[in-house]
T-cell receptor, first 112, second 116 residues
Framework: RKEVEQDPGPFNVPEGATVAFNCTYS??????FFWYRQDCRKEPKLLMSVYSSGNEDGRFTAQLNRASQYISLLIRDSKLSDSATYLCVVNEGNTGFQKLVFGTGTRLLVSP | EAGVTQFPSHSVIEKGQTVTLRCDPISGHDNLYWYRRVMGKEIKFLLH????????ESGMPNNRFLAERTGGTYSTLKVQPAELEDSGVYFC??????????????FGPGTRLTVT
């Protein structure tokens, strides 16, 4: 079983749609969680950090369910520019030890 | 504020040769990390520096890989001798020294290494 699992997609949605991505992780001791966005042949860019039950930033909402070891990312009012791969990332390190574990990513395609 | 920079952006070498990758973290970031993505796989952790010290090198694949961070500023990752399976994109990331911000890692553009 992979440490971080995501549906690879692609998710094809029209502009303006709401789309949700799910992610599960295996290490119950993990303390911090992230969503990164990666465009084709570019570096991952930090989109959101999740330390407690959730986080919201504009059109983006992340939810964390520690009991189920599940993280989600909701994108409202999708824009063409949201087309990218969304990486679910878990920090498996303890204090002083920071080790990010990545999912394989979920690809999103937003069409006109 | 300048982001994480990496050099070179691309490198093509023959099997058995040596390659050295360089990473300059965001100014003031004590934490520096190396990651690697091989074709078709997820990004994998290689190692973590705190200033000039190796905090965790559990992800280094074997002793052909040597990472250094002299003076706690930039870092180099040397592969000697390179093998075909070393091909991939090598990312460097950095984060601040303490607090919740230390968990947020910012990535450089990567070095695409091709071993032929």
């Amino acid at each position: 079983r992979k440490e971080v699992e995501q549906d690879p997609g692609p998710f094809n949605v029209p502009e303006g749609a709401t789309v949700a991505f799910n992610c599960t992780y295996s290490n119950s001791a993990s303390q911090s969680f992230f969503w990164y966005r990666q465009d084709c042949r570019k570096e991952p860019k930090l989109l959101m950090s999740v330390y407690s039950s959730g986080n919201e930033d504009g059109r983006f909402t992340a939810q964390l369910n520690r009991a189920s070891q599940y993280i989600s990312l909701l994108i409202r009012d999708s824009k063409l520019s949201d087309s990218a791969t969304y990486l679910c990332v878990v920090n498996e390190g303890n204090t002083g030890f920071q080790k990010l574990v990545f999912g394989t990513g979920t690809r999103l395609l937003v069409s006109p | 504020e300048a982001g994480v920079t990496q050099f070179p952006s691309h490198s093509v070498i023959e099997k058995g040769q040596t390659v050295t990758l360089r990473c300059d973290p965001i100014s003031g970031h004590d934490n520096l990390y190396w990651y690697r993505r091989v074709m078709g796989k997820e990004i994998k952790f290689l190692l973590h520096f705190v200033k000039e010290s190796k905090q965790d090198e559990s992800g280094m694949p074997n002793n052909r890989f040597l990472a250094e961070r002299t003076g706690g500023t930039y870092s180099t990752l040397k592969v000697q001798p390179a093998e075909l399976e070393d091909s991939g994109v090598y990312f460097c990331a950095s984060s601040q020294g303490s607090g919740l911000s230390s968990y947020e890692q910012y990535f450089g553009p990567g070095t695409r290494l091709t071993v032929t």
